[in-house]
């Protein structure tokens, strides 16, 4: 018996097939054709004749998902129970109480509110454990399960009971509303006259949030300068990065252009509003994980010399995106076009046009372009954008991260707040006491951290490799080097007390001042933002560059 489900599918899959060929005929495109009426045969065939029952659904899932697999990393189906996560998105929207969850042992705890959300207004903090939701035992569910309980219409209620830090309990009944993931999650001042914006994500409305911000700003102040950060925004809608970039250039400017196959897909964008900032200095961070349309903004403003670019090479994300509804609330998310900044350069690094073959790669050094800008300065294409002021990029250690990833940190921080109850920090200059970090590593001692360093790995390797040769008079000199390696975790947490003293900081900061706080605090201590003031401050540097200075080719 064929399930109800498959026969809608199948159906439905029959009619596609047949209009497909009716419209591709006329194209004399008959392997399409052919090639639709296979796969609703196989599927037909499957579901019929498989040894086991097969969900229809799932067939059709990993088809499509098939279908799609070697072509870029960016084009994908998208089923309909994952519609919502895209929705997220595209528009940073969603309909809940508004809060970061994390799961600790056998129980789901609040990881961070939103500042003024629901769960915030209600009085929710980080480290609450959520006990029962809806009268519901919450012990052993997972953070996907009390996710769906939590979300839910805008306007209908949930009763959720946590457990504080100190032990108290609370049931609290929320009124879920649509919750706006922030796109610029802070604004402030790097400096006296110099502004500064966090930039997230291009998702719905994120212009209208960063001119709110630059209002604001001028509201406060005299604003000299201002600072765009874009370092690790991933992109979003590219029409939001135009009326972004109409608030600097003049009205009419080209910002982007478009070009793909169909006539559809090959556009230009200008800007269609005159500019509130058009003379106002502006500094641009980007790094290795600014993409798409943060590039957009960047690589614009960057080629129409209207700032100037401080940080690491940008990502490299030159692909278009576009939905195509694919009925029975699926989508195809479609890469349809490739874009091209003011100069003619295009940014993508890495060529697909091969991918069905096995052949990905960067774009050879041979085939960088040189381009220039309005004012005749030398930029290039063949992958991302190139900041005007290098710097070399920060990071933090992987014992650190590691420490972050299995919640330590989270936990000690929940321990210190139990020991600080109603202290009240200044956000920007917080940092735990020496007393606070030997209580840390006291925390930590029976703590068991799954972590090698890079040479303990690296030995391993080739002993391994002497073995494997033979060399076995070797073995006392791998032997020696292995004992006067210390990377246990208490030495460890002497060699990187700098960045773990940040991260425990970063967290006990977050639970004052939410994710705004943890910017402002990390603002104060970075080089590129010290080096961005430097330079707004600096006029004639700042015209010499716009004016003058060539990026480098790679």
């Known amino acids: 018996m064929i399930k109800k489900s498959f026969r809608y599918v199948l159906i439905a899959a029959l009619c596609a097939a047949a209009a497909g060929m009716a419209i591709f005929a006329r194209h004399n495109d008959f392997g399409l054709g052919r090639n639709m009426e296979i796969t609703v045969n196989m599927m037909r065939e499957l579901s019929l004749g498989y040894v086991d029952p097969i969900d229809p659904d799932h067939l059709m899932e990993m088809a499509a998902e098939g279908m799609v697999r070697d072509l870029d990393p960016y084009t994908e189906f998208i089923p309909e129970e994952g519609m919502s996560d895209f929705e997220l998105l595209t528009t940073g929207k969603y309909g809940g109480i508004g809060?970061?969850?994390?799961?600790?042992?056998?129980?789901?705890?609040?990881?961070?509110?939103?500042?003024?959300?629901?769960?915030?207004?209600?009085?929710?903090?980080?480290?609450?454990?959520?006990?029962?939701?809806?009268?519901?035992?919450?012990?052993?569910?997972?953070?996907?399960?009390?996710?769906?309980?939590?979300?839910?219409?805008?306007?209908?209620?949930?009763?959720?009971?946590?457990?504080?830090?100190?032990?108290?309990?609370?049931?609290?009944?929320?009124?879920?509303?649509?919750?706006?993931?922030?796109?610029?999650?802070?604004?402030?001042?790097?400096a006296e006259g110099i502004g500064y914006l966090r930039h997230g994500d291009f998702t719905e409305g994120s212009f209208e949030e960063l001119r709110a911000a630059v209002d604001r700003l001028r509201s406060e102040g005299e604003l000299k300068g201002l600072i765009l950060d874009y370092r690790s925004n991933g992109g979003g809608i590219m029409q939001?990065?135009?009326?972004?970039?109409?608030?600097?250039?003049?009205?009419?400017?080209?910002?982007?252009?478009?070009?793909?196959?169909?006539?559809?897909?090959?556009?230009?964008?200008?800007?269609?509003?005159?500019?509130?900032?058009?003379?106002?200095?502006?500094?641009?961070?980007?790094?290795?994980?600014?993409?798409?349309?943060?590039?957009?903004?960047?690589?614009?403003?960057?080629?129409?010399?209207?700032?100037?670019?401080?940080?690491?090479?940008?990502?490299?994300?030159?692909?278009?995106?576009?939905?195509?509804?694919?009925?029975?609330?699926?989508?195809?998310?479609?890469?349809?076009?490739?874009?091209?900044?003011?100069?003619?350069?295009?940014?993508?690094?890495?060529?697909?046009?091969?991918?069905?073959?096995?052949?990905?790669?960067?774009?050879?050094?041979?085939?960088?372009?040189?381009?220039?800008?309005?004012?005749?300065?030398?930029?290039?294409?063949?992958?991302?954008?190139?900041?005007?002021?290098?710097?070399?990029?920060?990071?933090?250690?992987?014992?650190?991260?590691?420490?972050?990833?299995?919640?330590?940190?989270?936990?000690?921080?929940?321990?210190?707040?139990?020991?600080?109850?109603?202290?009240?920090?200044?956000?920007?200059?917080?940092?735990?006491?020496?007393?606070?970090?030997?209580?840390?590593?006291?925390?930590?001692?029976?703590?068991?951290?799954?972590?090698?360093?890079?040479?303990?790995?690296?030995?391993?390797?080739?002993?391994?490799?002497?073995?494997?040769?033979?060399?076995?008079?070797?073995t006392e000199r791998f032997e020696r080097v292995e004992a006067e390696l210390k990377d246990d975790t208490q030495t460890n947490l002497d060699t990187y007390r700098e960045q773990i003293v940040e991260t425990i900081n970063n967290d006990i900061v977050q639970r004052h001042g939410y994710a705004a706080g943890v910017i402002e605090h990390a603002m104060r201590k970075d080089p590129e933002v010290a080096r961005a003031v430097e330079v707004l401050r600096d006029t004639a540097e700042y015209r010499r560059i716009t004016a003058e200075q060539d990026t480098a080719r790679k």
């Open 99 to 190: 809060s970061l969850i994390r799961q600790k042992e056998d129980y789901v705890r609040i990881a961070q509110p939103y500042q003024g959300s629901p769960a915030d207004r209600a009085g929710l903090r980080i480290g609450d454990k959520i006990v029962a939701i809806d009268g519901k035992d919450a012990r052993g569910m997972t953070t996907e399960q009390v996710s769906a309980h939590l979300k839910g219409e805008p306007g209908s209620k949930v009763r959720v009971s946590v457990e504080h830090l100190d032990g108290t309990q609370q049931t609290v009944t929320i009124r879920r509303e649509r919750i706006a993931i922030p796109g610029v999650p802070y604004a402030g001042w790097a």
């Open 240 to 474: 939001e990065a135009v009326k972004i970039l109409g608030l600097f250039v003049p009205k009419g400017t080209e910002v982007v252009s478009t070009k793909g196959r169909t006539e559809e897909s090959k556009q230009t964008y200008r800007t269609e509003a005159e500019p509130l900032f058009a003379e106002l200095p502006l500094a641009v961070l980007i790094n290795g994980n600014s993409a798409s349309a943060s590039e957009i903004v960047a690589g614009a403003l960057q080629d129409l010399d209207r700032a100037v670019l401080i940080g690491q090479r940008s990502y490299g994300k030159g692909l278009v995106q576009s939905p195509r509804p694919l009925g029975y609330n699926t989508m195809l998310k479609m890469t349809t076009a490739k874009y091209y900044i003011p100069s003619g350069r295009c940014i993508q690094a890495i060529d697909y046009s091969h991918s069905q073959e096995g052949a990905v790669s960067a774009v050879p050094d041979s085939l960088i372009n040189e381009f220039t800008t309005r004012a005749g300065r030398r930029v290039y294409d063949g992958g991302g954008v190139m900041p005007d002021i290098r710097m070399e990029p920060e990071y933090i250690s992987r014992f650190a991260m590691t420490l972050y990833a299995l919640g330590f940190i989270e936990d000690f921080g929940d321990d210190y707040m139990r020991r600080h109850p109603g202290q009240r920090i200044d956000v920007g200059t917080f940092s735990i006491t020496d007393a606070d970090y030997a209580d840390f590593k006291e925390f930590m001692k029976e703590k068991e951290v799954p972590y090698e360093s890079d040479t303990r790995q690296a030995l391993k390797a080739l002993r391994k490799a002497a073995e494997n040769d033979r060399f076995g008079d070797l």
